[in-house]
């Protein structure tokens, strides 16, 4: 397979599953209506905000992938964290599972962070490419905690 396609497919698949579970959950989302902690961004910064986080969780696979580096360990915590990375919305938005929703974003940062030492072992770029993706998250863990003491 072409480099080109390569990234492509590396680039679709995660941006194809965010917009899925986005569609999914656009008629639940109640973010304007809650309660927030300190220095919660408006709602149009998270559709933008993933939209460059999955792409370069895409780049950062691509890196991988294209350099013929991926193995089982690798696959293996890319999807894992793809799929709490997808389940996370459906909890928190869809479900109103707020607490739930917190057990599992942590579950997911952890997963972010083997993913990151993983990927920087085989290539330090690919890495680095997700570290922003770490950082969102960490974040996301504050407004999760956030919204749901607020709002008990």
């Known amino acids: 397979m072409s480099k080109f396609k390569i990234y492509l497919k590396s680039i679709l698949i995660p941006v194809i599953v965010g ?9 639940s989302i109640d973010y304007n209506s809650l309660q927030k902690p300190f220095l ?10 993933w939209t460059i986080l999955y792409i370069l969780m895409g780049i950062s696979y691509g890196l991988l992938e294209s350099n013929s580096l991926v193995d089982s360990k690798i696959k293996s915590i890319y999807y894992w964290q793809l ?15 707020r607490l739930f929703a917190f057990i599992w974003i942590i579950i997911l940062a952890i997963l972010i962070i083997i993913m990151i030492a993983r990927f ?9 490419l997700q570290v ?21």
């Open 83 to 97: 799929f709490f990375n997808s389940l996370w919305p459906i909890a928190f938005f869809l479900l109103k599972l």
């Open 132 to 152: 922003p993706y770490l950082l969102w998250t960490l974040f996301a863990i504050y407004l999760n905690l956030g919204v749901y003491l607020l709002n008990k």
């Open 120 to 128: 920087y072992e085989k290539h330090k770029m690919a890495g680095w």
């Open 40 to 49: 919660s961004p408006p709602s149009i910064t998270f559709p933008i905000v």
């Open 19 to 27: 917009g899925i579970v986005g569609f999914i959950i656009s008629s």
